[in-house]
Every structure is written in C-alpha cells, then in structure tokens.
C-alpha cells in the first residue's frame, strides 16, 4: 500500500520548482509509504510515490517503466490476480524486469489499454504517464478502497492519494464549497465527486481519467447491476457464495510481511477471521476494540470476539478507548484534510494503531452489510411498505405525534430515535423515504441551521439531494430494497466506511484488505433475491445461515452492534467540555456558516434527552475543528 502524487504542467512556460513541489506532495505522504520513495521527473511532468513494501520486497521500487521507457507508472493498491494477467502477457511478449503487481499493471496498459481495468481484481489508483501520447491516465477501482483526489490550476493539472498533498502548494486558493457543506452535514460525508475545495475533485469509484492537452475526460468502467436469479434455491446460493467468498479471503492472504485480521464480534469480520483460520497453517493475529469511560450502560462486542478467537485459537488482542480524546478530533480531522464525522473514525484510529505494532496487512469484514443486508435501516425500509398499509390519517395524527413526543434514552440506545426518523419518512416515495433514514439533519433544525449569510445553502441542500436520490432512481435495480442497497455501495461505501478505513489505516501506514467487496463476489451477491437477504424480519438471513457450521451460535444470533462508540454518553458527559467550547458561539462567528441559535437548541435537545443528536453534534464538532486547522490558520496540516 502506497501513495502517490503527480504534477503535470502543460503550459509552455518552464516549471523552475517542479521537482521541489513533487517531493513537497510525495513527502506529506510518509505515513502512507515508510519503507521507500521515488521519482519521475521530466521537463513538464512530475510523478512521485511512497511504498508501504508488501509484494516483491526487493524489487518494487516505483516509479517503473516499460521496456522502451515512454511509459511509467506509480501505483497504490494490490492486484490479486497479477500472477495470471502477467503469465498472459509473458505468452505475448513482454518483458518484465520485477516480480510485483505495478509493472504488470503498466503491460497490460500497453496491450489493452483502458480495458486493462476489467481484467485487475483488487484495489487500485494508479497513474500511467505515457510520454508518446503526452498523456496521463488515471484509475480507481471499482468500490472506491482507494481515493484519488485531483485539481486543475494556475496550468496544471495535479493529482495524490490525499488532499493534503494538493495543499502543500501555497498558490492554491481555498475555498470552501457550498455543496459539499450541505453534503456532508446531511450525511456525514463529502460524496465524490465533490470535496470541501471547490477546486479539488475526488475521482468516483469505478471510473477513469485521461488528462490530456489540458482536459479531463472521464468515463466509468464497471457498474453493478441487481438481477435476481429466481431459479436456484437457498442451497444454491449458499454453496456458490461460500466457495466465492473462500477463494475471495484466500487470495487476500498474500502477503511478504506479518498479516491479521480486525475482529469486532460481528458476523462478517467473524466469518473472515474464521475463514483466515481455516486456510492458515499458523495462528491468526486478531484485534479488537473496546470502550471505557461513562458509556450509561453502552456495551461493546469484545465477548463476542473472544468466543471466535477461542473458538480459532488466534493470537488475540484488545484495546480499549478511553473518552480522553484530547488531540485525537484534531488527529482525525489531520487524516481526511476536510469534514469526516462518522465517528467510527474512533475505534477505526484505534485498532489500526494497535494492528499495526504488530502486523503490516489485516483482512476486515467490511462489505458484509451492503452485500447481505446488515443495516437496520435496510429492515426499516423493508418494514416501512407494510406500514404504509395503515391509513394516512392514523399515521399521520395518532402514531406519529405519539412517537415524536417520546424521550430518548440518555444511555445512548437508538430505538427510540430509530422510530422517529422511520415516522418521519414513512409517508414519502421510496427514493425520499430512504434519504430521509441516511440524512442527519431532521426537520426540526433543517430550516434554520445555517446563517443567513448571503449564500443559498437551500439550493445546495436541495443538490445534494438529488446527488444522491439520482443512485436510488437508476435503472441498475428494479426491486426496491435491491435499490436500496446500490445507492449505499456507490454513496456509503466508497465516501464514507471505504474512506475511513483506508485514511485512518494509513495513517499507521497499515494496509487492510477486504474479502466481502471483491468485485466477482459482490456481483454474485446482486443475483441473490432480496427475499432472503432479509427473511421474516431478520437481517442477513442468508449470509448467517451459511456461515452457522463454523462460527458460534451467540455470534450470529446477537443484535448488531457496528464499528460504534458509546458517542451519546460521552457527548453528555466526558466530551462535553471540548463541545461547549469548541461550538461557543464566538467561535462559530468565525465562519457564520452555522446558526450559533440552533447549535445550542441541538446541544440542549441532546443534553436534556429530547433528541438524540450525537451525529450532529460530532458532525458540528469536526468541522469547527476543520475550520480551524485548514482555513482560519490557512496551513498544510500532515
């Protein structure tokens, strides 16, 4: 695992500081590459990468060319099946000069061009810069493991592996962009191809880019489509994915340095660690999380861990979190370099730190809930067109004002929350409905939550909206759970649960690999009826089906936690300080982007168990702590 930064100046004046602002962009990237570092540097162009050694230990030293030299190529990420594709191009000629993944990317450039992409199996984001055709092309993988940021100023065009890297440059203006804010207050996270800089771009998922006589074309070169496959059986699909999925973790065990595997207790990094276990002659190494502190009665999965690591006999290890977390907000906002507020980003921090000073590479579970149904969300969207069924009036004068008028519980327990956002959605379309489940704004402050500065954040609310209803309402899936569930893997999953693994991984300069959203794998799973993804109520039906011969029964039947802290605890008492002060109102005059007015009515709404606005409040929190680091002192932060 790697980063990568590059520079292509295509005016005609010289570029006297190329090779300075190359090394500037590649070096803000040591955490993500320790073991190594190099250059390519010619009169227009600069590539530069820095190498986490995984493959091919003594002979990966990137940039690397073809034969002839007109080409090179700098490459993050890992191809599983480069030992195939590069057999293949043997048969037709080419020489390689290395034993690794990069230079067979870079040969089957030159023999299928853009096509290569449909034949790589792993995660990438590379740049080949092919100095024949003054080109650079540039691709990301198919889920979005790997991020790729790019920005086109001052003549040039500029791409790396974080945005910090584009900001090393002081003749970058920052500015902030008002969809992007809208965005990320609603979700948590700045969807693709939008980033907090109105100049700085994230290339989606999926796709590709040609920079080439100062344009940018890209095109998307894989999408996923949900055809349900109703004439096989239960049995069928059991059988089939889990030969999928086996082959899907064992190709994900190579490796030249020390492996695990992050176990939270939950089924899907269970069922990997279990798998890992089976195919491995040695111990697996596996991490968990736990939470200390007040957490009002909050209780994590570590018990459910400890059963499949004794059950496996692996080399077991926790940690626990303290709500100490002085340093850490500013730590987090560091990795990501603009708004991120999925407070998983904690216990993520964290077990990377501790798999780290053991290993260089874990498999995780990730992928597990998107493939097979996992989130509560996707049963209340199940069960909202039942209750749909009951009359309009019943809903919306008796159940609704009934439920809004329930308090929440100071523990933290969602229940209650959960029933109000379901209520408060119920009524509208399907595409709306499910909007309303992922945004985490509610209507209670969504009309006066930002300043009346002179800037339609309506309008960008109302953008970001149709950004991501747009998803919902595309033809790749005709049922409406299946749609459902595409609209989170090109949302969800690459902005948010994908970005968050990979930034706070490497920023321990930790690679993590991810069984479940192998792309074959992932493709099966859409030919399986959402009908017994979710059965009689009950999330996952299939996945824990298939996978009860070899994980514990409490395993599977307990209640799913996720990659969680106890937030609504901490945000009442432990964190409470930092909040006041960090969300006073001089401080949020600073930028005026937010109504200091409605702050404090969240703050008392949470406080007082009204409404529990622990997102929010985080989501509040980390972008005044953005502000300050990356506008206000207008610095480069590593």
Known sequence: MCGIAGIYNYSNKTYEHLEEDIKKMTTSLRH????????????????????????????????????????????NGEIYNYKEIRDDLLQKGHRFSTNGDTETILHAYEEWGEECLKRLRGMFAFCIWDSIQNAMFIARDRFGKKPLFYAQYNDKFVFSSEIKSILTDSLFKRAIDDEAIASYFMFSYIP???????????????????????EIIIKEYWDIFFEPDYKKKEADFIAEFMDLLRESVKIRLMSEVPLGAFLSGGIDSSTVVAMMSLESPAPVNSFTIGFGGNTGGFDDERRYARLVAERYRTNHREYEVQPDLSGLVDEIVRSFDEPFADDSAIPSYFVSKMARENVTVVLSGLGGDEAFCGY????????????????????????????????????????????????????????????????KINERYKDRFFSDNGRNYTSALDSSQKRFTRFFDAPNAADPLNKVFYCDIKTYLPEDILACTDRLSMRHSLEVRVPFLDHKLMEYSATIPPEIKIKWFRKKYLLKKAVAPILPAEVINHKKQGFIGPMTRWLQTDLKGITQERLSEKNLKRHGIINSDTVRNILDDHYNGREINDTLIWSLLIFQTWFDLYMDRSEAVN
């Open 376 to 439: 509560e969300r996707y049963l209340g969207f199940h069960m909202s067109r039942i209750y749909n069924k009951i009359p309009f009036v019943i809903r919306e004068n008796i159940i609704k004002p009934l439920i809004e008028n329930i308090s929440e519980s100071s523990s933290g327990g969602y229940r209650v929350n959960h029933l109000k956002r379901f209520v408060r959605s119920a009524s509208a379309d399907n595409a709306l409905r499910y909007f309303g489940y992922v945004s």
């Open 32 to 75: 993500r590459g320790p073991d190594d570092y190099g250059y390519h540097i010619s009169n227009n162009v600069g590539l530069g990468h820095r190498r986490l050694s995984i493959i091919d230990l003594k002979g990966g030293h990137q940039p690397i060319y073809n034969e002839d030299k007109t080409k090179c190529i700098i490459f």
């Open 192 to 214: 693709a191809p939008l980033t907090i800089y109105k100049n700085i771009k994230k290339l989606p998922a999926g796709h590709f880019l040609i920079f080439k006589n100062g």
